[in-house]
Antibody
Framework: QVQLAESGGGLVEPGGSLRLSCEVS????????MTWIRQAPGKGLEWVSY????????DYADSVKGRFTISRDNARASLFLQMNSLGVEDTALYYC???????????WGQGTLVTVSS | DIQMTQSPSSLSASVGASVTMTCRAS??????LNWYQQKPGKAPELLIY???KLQSGVPSRFSGSGSGTDFTLTISNLQPEDFATYFC?????????FGQGTKLEIK
């Protein structure tokens, strides 16, 4: 079955950086758009970024544009999110998800927690 | 960005009852509207995509309708496992924004 496993979260000081990873199995990774979605503690869902299957089309939420960079390695079936200039507002559980053909997401990882605090 | 507004923010109902919740978009999203269910401590799960198409494995007591800016999710014959938070999401134009959620509680 399709499995997504995020890693790389942790505690970081404001202004710091983190790189999240997501390993995908059970599906031909290179066939699918992929998405990052985050959820602040006790809050709703926020779409963060997506990348097409070839890795040549990306988009970002305005809240992260210029600070976050999405990338993928199809040979390793992995998705990444480089996060720079982190602020307390970036504290959230970050989910990696497979994009559905109609634009939603149909498979999710369990998330990796990013905490930005001094 | 397209703003998504869900109502009510919470509702309570009994097992066996039917409930309807709504999602309104700030501009037309045609039929690119998805619904997710999230239980505490778990990742969300896709229930319905493209307004009314049931994701594989989702019980038929879930149904969606609407178009343009106004959408509804109806759950009939509520089961104990249906008590959760429900989010709508538009996938018409990036950023693919979510509503703030409707929490469904047991009465």
């Amino acid at each position: 079955q399709v499995q997504l496993a995020e890693s790389g979260g942790g505690l970081v000081e404001p202004g710091g950086s983190l790189r999240l990873s997501c390993e995908v199995s059970g599906v031909t990774f290179s066939d699918h758009y992929m998405t990052w979605i985050r959820q602040a503690p006790g809050k709703g869902l926020e779409w963060v970024s997506y990348m097409n299957s070839r890795g040549d089309t990306v988009d970002y939420a305005d809240s992260v544009k210029g600070r976050f960079t999405i990338s993928r390695d199809n040979a390793r079936a992995s998705l990444f999110l480089q996060m720079n200039s982190l602020g307390v507002e970036d504290t959230a559980l970050y989910y990696c998800a497979r994009s559905h053909e109609y634009g939603g997401v149909d498979y999710w990882g369990q998330g990796t927690l990013v905490t930005v605090s001094s | 960005d397209i703003q998504m507004t869900q109502s009510p923010s919470s509702l309570s109902a009994s097992v066996g009852a039917s409930v309807t919740m709504t999602c309104r978009a700030s501009q037309s999203v045609t039929n690119f509207l998805n619904w997710y269910q999230q239980k505490p401590g778990k990742a969300p799960e896709l229930l319905i995509y493209f307004t009314s198409k049931l994701q594989s494995g989702v019980p038929s007591r879930f149904s969606g309708s609407g178009s343009g800016t106004d959408f509804t999710l109806t759950i009939s014959n509520l089961q104990p496992e249906d008590f959760a938070t429900y989010f709508c999401q538009q996938s018409y134009r990036t950023p693919y924004t979510f509503g703030q959620g409707t929490k469904l509680e047991i009465k």
